[in-house]
C-alpha cells in the first residue's frame, strides 16, 4: 500500500494521459465509437452525445494529471476519477460479452486504476 502512496503521482499521470486519449471521440466520434465498441450511432444527436462523452472524459483525465501535481486536489479528483471509471465498468459489463471483445482492454485498465485510486484513498 505505501508503494501506491509513494507513486500516486506517476499513477495519476500515466491514468490521466491514458484517459485524455478519449478526446478523440471529440474529434471523431464515429471512429471512436467503432474502435471503443465496435457499433456505430447515427444521427446528428449521435455525434454531439459522443463528442460530449469524449470531451468530459478527456475532463476526467486532465483533472487526474492536475491531481498529480497538486495533492490538496488529490482526494476530490481520485473520487471523481474512480466513479466515472467505475460507471463506464458498470455500463460495459452490464451488457455482458457484447463489448467486451473491443472495450475490454479499457475495462481492465480503468479497473486497474480504480483499484490503486482505492488503495490510496483508504491510505493517505
Known sequence: ???????????????????????????????????????????????????????????VGAMLVYGAYHPPVRTLVLVVAAASKLVFISL???HGRRYLSKAGLAVAVDSLAVVLFAIYLASA
Do not use: K, Y
Not at 31 to 45: I, N, V, W, Y
Open 1 to 59: 500500500m505505501s508503494l501506491v502512496v509513494e507513486n500516486i503521482r506517476w499513477i495519476m499521470l500515466v491514468a490521466g494521459l491514458l484517459t485524455c486519449t478519449m478526446v478523440f471521440a471529440a474529434v471523431a466520434p464515429q471512429a471512436a465509437l467503432r474502435s471503443t465498441f465496435g457499433e456505430m450511432l447515427e444521427g446528428p444527436l449521435a455525434g454531439i452525445v459522443v463528442r460530449n462523452w469524449g470531451a468530459l472524459i478527456a475532463l
Open 92 to 94: 460495459v459489463l452490464s
